[in-house]
């Protein structure tokens, strides 16, 4: 039975009101709350206990699997190592992500380590959002790593998400791209206070005719710092492209860095990035609309997010 904070959580991190339908997998506080699997999509724990294999088979189209963490313990720093074997010619959902409630001035994160293995052919959504939330003093650290493996023709869209409320994170991406597959990864972190947050992006071109997009936004609000690493190496014929933006409010400091590196003389890589504040002429536009400076402040950052 989900509590209200359960409910509440899970909302935020995965827009679930209640126990999904489908295949699942619910981590509460370090342990399995709720599993279900499909005919399609199974789902154990690993050999260790450590986390969970979840195995997609060939060909299973139109389907998802939820996998959320919540962590509302006082204390507790949830580690957990996830497998998900995606087979080929396959095209799912997968929704992760995780919510922390503070409710105390003790510390509390999660560092979910997942590897994905991505079969020749198969398509992947995978969508992840990290909220923390309470009236508590504790640190909130989320620290993802996220592994990727394409085959051949593979294509995988990710779909990162941080927008407050967590006092320091420090995500890796990492991916590996054979023949003709495809990998589009979109960003998006907001911090404000303090906060810190570190992005680490590492990607391999190694197959003939693969192609990566990654996409950074960023909003950094009050004394917070944004860091962003983004490498893309190329060693076949290959397109890849960095985008960065950010935005800077109050006292933010913001470092970006893109690097390509081309291994292969018919490679194709571009970046651009850009950092500045929101201009007083868009202020003033919106605002004319009858928005107050803080709504227009808030449209803004809404709309660059997107």
């Known amino acids: 039975m989900l509590s209200a904070l359960d409910k509440k959580l899970l909302k935020a991190v995965a827009n679930l009101e209640d126990i999904p339908k489908g295949a699942y997998n619910i981590r509460k506080n370090g342990k ?54 995606i087979g080929k010619h396959s095209d799912i959902t997968i ?31 995978y969508v992840e959002k990290h909220v923390a939330m309470g009236a508590g003093k504790g640190k909130r650290d989320l620290s993802p790593t996220t592994r990727v493996f394409l085959e051949e023709d593979a294509h995988v869209e990710m779909e990162l998400t941080q927008l407050g409320g967590v006092d320091e994170a420090n995500r890796v991406n990492e991916a590996n791209l054979g023949p003709r597959s495809s990998l589009l990864i979109t960003e998006r972190v907001m911090t404000d206070f303090r906060q810190v ?46 985008e960065c933006d950010a935005i800077i409010m109050d006292n933010g400091v ?41 709504e227009a402040v808030n449209w803004i950052i809404q709309g660059f997010l997107k």
């Open 32 to 85: 399995l709350m709720g599993r279900e699997v499909s005919a399609n999509i199974i789902i154990d724990t690993n050999e260790d206990g450590t986390g969970i294999i979840v195995n997609i088979k060939p060909g299973t189209v139109n389907e998802s699997v939820h996998i959320p963490v919540i962590v509302s313990q006082a204390g507790l720093h949830d580690v957990v190592y996830n497998k998900f074997i």
């Open 254 to 294: 913001n470092q970006t860095i893109p690097a390509l590196k081309a291994n292969h003389p018919d490679v194709e890589l571009t970046h651009e990035a850009s950092i500045g504040k929101i201009a007083n002429d868009q202020l003033t536009k919106i605002m004319s609309l009858g928005l107050t400076y803080d």
């Open 95 to 125: 929704v992760a992500g995780c919510g922390i409630h503070c409710g105390s001035s003790e510390s509390q994160g999660h560092e979910g380590i997942h590897d994905f293995l991505v079969g020749r052919g198969a398509k992947v959504k």
């Open 197 to 242: 947050a570190i992005s680490k992006n590492d990607i391999v071109m190694a197959g003939q005719g693969s192609r990566s997009n990654l996409v950074s936004r960023s909003v950094i609000k009050g004394n917070s710092s944004q860091d962003f690493y983004a490498v893309i190496e190329a060693n076949a014929k290959c397109f890849g492209h960095i």
